[in-house]
């Protein structure tokens, strides 16, 4: 393997191409781990809808199927800042909200990985929550940089906190190597917690006055990943929202989850220094995502079917963490040390078990739970390596793509799965 580059030997055992793969290889297998979409809520008739409408007139088709532009396609670019402003009103009086500030990409991950291509050299520190995005983190470890636990709460990441990892990394003289700050700020992955109005304010400060103290921006990577995918209460303003010099923070979205992600589209909104980076690195990748892809976006958005087939989704995942609520407080509620926060959105449950048990690859928990017929994600993957201390107790319980009775076997699975992980550890006692 010395011929490959160390980005390279870097990537090579990503915890979430694994359980994908074991996921997908074993079809019987109750899966609570994949964040895919649900297959019904695939919007299969409005998608043929739209499709034929782009090959109905040659000239649009012959588009479609010809290079686009590296940020994207105009018109997507626009529809997709109209999009934003209609629920984050609050951004038409911020700079730096047109279409020219927007680059879209092949998913969000993509964009993910592009800005931190430009932010991060070697040994560069992104400050994240604790526990957090665990795909964010592979990128962040591709390129060498360096991903700092910040403890969370039921709010979000937490302020006091923030400023006492900034104080810390002052003493140790390494501030200079702080290049950002990561939040999923929407009933994020893994947690379920969506960050209140109060501590996206409280962030926004944070970041501003450290970036005033060092003379250099610390950007904030928010991530809105699942914003769509709200079952209870009002949305909450963007933390880009809060932003009026539209210098701080890059926001970043993506349609797999809310539409479809076979479609592979993503975007990002960017404070204007960092546009023609990105678009450079972009234009070195691949000339811009597949413009089809892009034209039937464009299409969807323009004749506003995303406002049928939102609700759509939402009622089919409200039910699904329904019955993935109501099995867990029947069947693990009762297990001494469960625990877990109620999500009122997003596509998981981030589960707490007792200290005792190890819920990782290496514990007995995880071969159990797969012999018993479920598989879950493991919490380790989703802990920084430095910073918050990793904890080996918890897991990443999703609710997207099974049926509401399959869940509940799930859970059913995992309950045995902890009885005979826990009888094994008295015996040992």
């Known amino acids: 393997m010395k011929q490959l580059s160390e980005r390279a030997r870097a990537s090579f055992g990503q915890p979430i191409g694994e359980l994908m793969a074991r996921a997908l290889g074993n079809p019987e297998l109750i899966s609570l781990a994949a964040g895919f979409a649900d297959q019904s809520t ?29 940020a994207g396609d105009p018109l997507l670019r626009q529809l997709l800042i109209e999009r934003l402003l209609s629920v984050d009103p609050g951004l038409s009086a911020a700079d730096h909200v047109t279409p020219d500030q927007v680059v879209v990409t092949a998913g969000s991950n993509e964009f993910l990985f592009l800005l931190a291509d430009a932010l991060l050299d070697p040994g560069d520190i992104v400050l994240c929550g604790s526990p957090t995005y665990l795909v964010m983190l592979g990128i962040l470890e591709n390129l060498q940089a360096v991903a700092w636990g910040v403890n969370t709460d039921e709010n979000g990441i937490r302020s ?36 209140s109005l109060e501590r996206r304010q409280e962030l926004l400060d944070v970041a501003r006055a450290w970036s005033a103290r060092i003379g250099r921006t610390i950007h904030i990577i928010e991530d809105v990943a699942y914003r769509q995918l709200r079952y209870e209460g009002e949305d909450v303003p963007s933390i880009r929202s809060l932003d009026q010099s539209g210098q701080q923070v890059v926001y970043v979205d993506t349609f797999s989850k809310c539409l ?31 413009h089809l892809n892009q034209m039937i976006l ?11 087939h939102v609700p759509t989704i939402r009622q089919a995942y409200r039910e699904k963490l329904e019955a993935l609520e109501t099995a867990a407080e029947e069947l693990l509620a009762p297990v001494p040390g469960v625990h877990w926060h109620k999500p009122t959105g997003g596509l998981y449950i981030w589960l707490g078990l007792s200290p005792s048990i190890d819920t990782g690859p290496q514990g007995s928990l995880f071969d159990h739970a797969i012999e018993e017929g479920m598989i879950y994600v493991p919490g380790e993957f989703a802990f920084p390596n430095q910073g918050e201390p990793r904890c080996r107790n918890f897991m990443r319980l999703s609710f997207a793509v099974e049926s509401p009775q399959r869940i509940r076997q799930g859970v059913e699975a995992l309950s045995r799965a902890i009885s005979r992980t826990l009888d094994e550890y008295r015996a040992q006692v």
């Open 260 to 290: 479809s992600p076979g479609l592979r589209v993503g975007w990002g909104l960017l404070p204007p220094p960092l546009v023609e980076p990105i678009i450079n690195l972009k234009g070195n990748l691949n000339f811009g995502s597949p």
């Open 298 to 308: 464009q299409r969807f958005l323009r004749d506003q079917l995303d406002s049928q």
């Open 42 to 70: 695939l919007p299969t008739n409005l998608i043929q809808q739209v499709f034929d409408g782009v090959f109905a007139d040659e000239p649009t088709a012959r588009r479609a199927l010809q290079y686009g532009t590296t």
């Open 160 to 195: 006091d906190d923030l400023h006492q990892v900034l104080d810390l990394l002052q003493r140790q003289g390494r501030i200079d190597r702080v290049k950002a700050i990561y939040v999923v700020s929407y009933f994020d992955n893994p947690g379920g917690i969506s960050m």
